[in-house]
C-alpha cells in the first residue's frame, strides 16, 4: 500500500463551523437518529425487512467497517462456520464510517454488526433503539499512532489530532493519556489558534487516517488496525503507545444485534453467537491463516489492507523494541497486539459507563448524566447466548477466561 505526499484536500471537518465534510455530514446523520420523525421511518423499514423471515429463516447479513476489530464475523462467513450453524448468508457489506453502519442497522439492511463499545451506549439510550451486545468481538486491537518528529505525548500540545469517533474507547483512552500530560482535549474551529497546553480533536474515517498523517494535517491518530502498522510499515508515522498497554485487555468493538431477534429469533441468535464465538476461538490459534483471510490478496478481499500489514497485527509475538523504547509500559501485563475472547464483562461496561461520562464528546449527551453503571451492564448486554456458545466451545479455558467470568478491570496510563 502506497501513500504519496501530495497536495489534495482532505475532509478532517468536525469543528462545529464546517459542514463540507464526510464525517460531519455522518456527524449529523447520527445526531438526527436520535429524532423521533427521523429515527421512525428507519424503525419501521428494519421492522419490515425482519418480518419478511419466519423464524430462523432470516439470513445472516453482516455490516462491518474494513479494521481487524471485524476479523470474527469475517472469519465466521469466510469458514462457513454460520452454515456449520445451519443459517445462510449474504456477502457482507464494507462501510467506511460507523455513521453509515449504524444507519443501515437501524434500517434494517444488515443484522450482524461489529461496533464501538462506547457507541452501543449511544444506540441504545441516546437514540433509543433497541439492541444489545451479545459478545466481544476482540481485545485490545489499537493504538495510538504519531507523526515522525513526533517523541512524546507532550510534543502533541498545540497540535490536531484524529479519533473515529466521540463515541469510541479510542477517544476515552486518548483523553486520559492528555489529562495524564497535562494536555486539555479540546475542538477548535477551522483556523482558530490551539494553545501550546491543547490538543484539537477531530473525527476523522479510519481510512483517511493515514493519508492525513502523510501531508502532515494531523499530528496522529488513535485508532484500530491495521492503520497504525500501515503508517509503521510506509515510514509514515511511528506508535506512542498500545492502547492495551492503558487498559488492560479492554474490549474496543463488540457484536451488536437488534433487539427483535433476541426475542423473537433466539435459536437464530444463538447460532449467530455460536459462529462468532467458534471464529474466534479458530482464530486464536491460527493467526496466519486469519491475516491471509482478511487481506486484500485473500479470496473474499475482505478489506483493503496488504497481508505484511495483517501480518504485523495478528501474528507477531515479539514485542521488545517497543517495550525497550518505552511504547509498552506495562511488560508484566503479557498481552498480544490483539486478541480475541468473546465474553462480554460486566466490569468492563460498568466502568465504561464512568469513564465516558467524563470524557469529551460532542453532540447531545444529556443521556449520560442519568446512565447507572451497574444498570447498563445488564441492560445493554445479553450474555445467555455466549456463556452457551463458550461452553460449547471448550469452556472459559479455551479463550483464557477466569472460570467464573468475572474479572477487575486495570486502567494505568
Known amino acids: 500500500m502506497e501513500f504519496k505526499k501530495t497536495e489534495q484536500k482532505i475532509h ?84 467506511r464510517s460507523w455513521a453509515q453502519i449504524i444507519e443501515a442497522f437501524v434500517s434494517g439492511q444488515v443484522n450482524v454488526i461489529h461496533l464501538l463499545s462506547p457507541a452501543t451506549l449511544w444506540v441504545r439510550y441516546g437514540s433509543k433503539f433497541p439492541a444489545k451486545v451479545v459478545a466481544w468481538n476482540h481485545t485490545n486491537g489499537s493504538a495510538l499512532t504519531v507523526a515522525n518528529e513526533i517523541n512524546s505525548i507532550g510534543d502533541l500540545g498545540g497540535k490536531t489530532f484524529a479519533i473515529p469517533f466521540w463515541y469510541s474507547i479510542h477517544n476515552i483512552l486518548l483523553q486520559k493519556i492528555l489529562q495524564a500530560n497535562k494536555l486539555t482535549p479540546v475542538t477548535r474551529a477551522r483556523g482558530e489558534a490551539i494553545k501550546s497546553n491543547e490538543v484539537n480533536l477531530i473525527v476523522l474515517a479510519p481510512s483517511e487516517m493515514v493519508s492525513a498523517l502523510a501531508t502532515k494535517s494531523i499530528a496522529g491518530y488513535i485508532v484500530a488496525e491495521p492503520f497504525n502498522a500501515n503508517a509503521e510499515i510506509n515510514g509514515i508515522g511511528k506508535i506512542l503507545r498500545f492502547s492495551g498497554d492503558v487498559w488492560k485487555n479492554h474490549a474496543c468493538c463488540v457484536t451488536f444485534l437488534a433487539e427483535r431477534d433476541l426475542v423473537e429469533r433466539p435459536e437464530w441468535s444463538q447460532r449467530v453467537t455460536n459462529a462468532i464465538v467458534n471464529a474466534q476461538l479458530w482464530s486464536r490459534s491460527n493467526q496466519a491463516e486469519t491475516a491471509k483471510l482478511m487481506a486484500s490478496t485473500g479470496p473474499n478481499r475482505y478489506t483493503p489492507h496488504s497481508l505484511q500489514a495483517l501480518t504485523k497485527v495478528l501474528v507477531a509475538t515479539d514485542y521488545s523494541s517497543y517495550e525497550k523504547n518505552g511504547i509498552i509500559v506495562h511488560k508484566d501485563w503479557n498481552q498480544r497486539r490483539i486478541d480475541f475472547q468473546p465474553f462480554p464483562f460486566a466490569s468492563y461496561t460498568e466502568e465504561l459507563v464512568r469513564a465516558i461520562t467524563t470524557t469529551k464528546v460532542e453532540g447531545d449527551s444529556k443521556f449520560l448524566a442519568t446512565l447507572d453503571p451497574k444498570f447498563a451492564a445488564k441492560d445493554l448486554v445479553d450474555d445467555r447466548f455466549v456463556r452457551k456458545a463458550i461452553t460449547a466451545a471448550g469452556g472459559p479455558a479455551a479463550f483464557g477466561l477466569p472460570a467464573n467470568l468475572l474479572r477487575t478491570e486495570t486502567v494505568a496510563v
Do not use: W
Open 12 to 95: 478532517i471537518c468536525a469543528s462545529s463551523d464546517c459542514d463540507c465534510g464526510m464525517t460531519r455530514r455522518d456527524f449529523l446523520r447520527m445526531s438526527a437518529l436520535a429524532s423521533a420523525s427521523v429515527a421512525a421511518p428507519l424503525l419501521f423499514a428494519g421492522d419490515a425487512q425482519a418480518q419478511n423471515f419466519k423464524g430462523d429463516d432470516q439470513p445472516v447479513k453482516i455490516g462491518y467497517l474494513p479494521i481487524t476489530d471485524a476479523t470474527p464475523l469475517l472469519v465466521a462467513h469466510g469458514r462457513k462456520l454460520f452454515e456449520e450453524q445451519g443459517l445462510r448468508t449474504e456477502a457482507p457489506r464494507l462501510f
